[in-house]
């Protein structure tokens, strides 16, 4: 009675768990132009994944893998077409790629599993949204969601599932072990120190650190002012975070709203939800249209906007040091891979169709 009581209060007070508040670009994320300016290498549309193999960079692009050709007139060349869009990939030490196949599962190319296939394994691993070798013959893969496929991810955060997973495949023996499930839409993962794996859990603002023989994830980095993505290691020690798109409080209030939120689903189009987006402002439709602060001329950083860019460069223990970003008005939104380069890092901006070039002398040592 009492509980029910305050729950009530906290209501009408907006304070408590009825409270809406987003953390702002401050501190080491204060907001910059940095990702904004950074060289554009390719355009092509929606630059999903970059990692490195055989002394290649690969990229996917839709149901395309692509290979990236700096210098070239395109930036780019396609190497095989897939029936489905590519969701995830990871190279193991030999060279050997991890393909995730968005409602299919993971494919092997090259290596000694070269042809390996999730669908003889398990029936329930088709959302795959990011993916690490441990070594030439174990592969952790985070799973989106059982509910959604990878390219629902929009829905799937609307409809607050927290349906994913975390799985371990040995590729020599066709086994796999379950690590941890009701993740909150795992968007990244990767290796961490001391035998750990370090998982981005998406819907929940968060990086969670998962132990070996661990019951619960320790979560490492929380309330981040945006939806994280994949993480990659910095050649220098450390960690990037891509982050695909921002957090407002228009958002975060219809998430409370469920009726609302639930007739905003059964009637109208997802490109017109109020809803993160990995690009935005090219439709008189979308919500937030009159929302834009300008002050001389510009948008502000902290103008309402339903995508953005940002990277953040963590240290080793995923504490943020610096972040790279495209603000209300750029033209590098929906960030969702890194890959760090001798001459800098490689950024692939989905939500705006290119992938750029932050020079070293941006992203190097901090």
Known sequence: MIQHA????????????????????????????????????????APDNLVLASEATWLSSGRN??????????????????????????????GAIAIG???????????????????????????PTAAAFVDENTLLVANGSADNNAADWKRDLMERRSSGSVVKLDLANGKSELLADGLAFPAGIARGPNNCVLISEAWKHRVVSLEARSVQPAVVLSNLPGYPSRIEPARSGGYWLSVFAPRNQLVEFVLKEDQYRQQMLKHIEPGFWIAPALSSGTN??????????????????????????LVIRCGAEMQPLRGFHSRAGGTRHGVTATLD????LLVAAKGTNVVVLIAK?????L
């Open 6 to 45: 305050i729950r009530w209060l906290d209501g009408m007070l907006g304070r408590g768990q009825a409270s809406i508040t987003v953390p702002v670009y401050d501190g080491p994320l204060q907001a910059n132009d940095l990702l904004e300016n950074a060289a554009v290498i390719a355009r092509l549309p």
């Open 65 to 94: 893998l692509c290979r990236v050709t700096l210098g070239s007139e395109t930036g780019y060349e396609l190497v095989q077409p897939f029936d489905s869009e590519i969701s995830s990939l990871a190279a193991s030490p030999e």
């Open 101 to 127: 196949l968005d409602g299919v599962g993971i494919v092997i190319r090259g290596g000694p599993h070269d042809g390996y296939a999730t669908t003889e394994v398990m029936e329930n691993l088709t959302c």
């Open 284 to 309: 008189f439709g979308e919500p937030l249209q009159g929302g834009a602060v300008k002050q001389m001329g510009l948008l502000k950083p902290w103008a309402p906007t339903l995508s953005y860019g």
């Open 341 to 344: 380069y001798p001459d800098g």
């Open 361 to 365: 002398a941006e992203s190097g040592q």
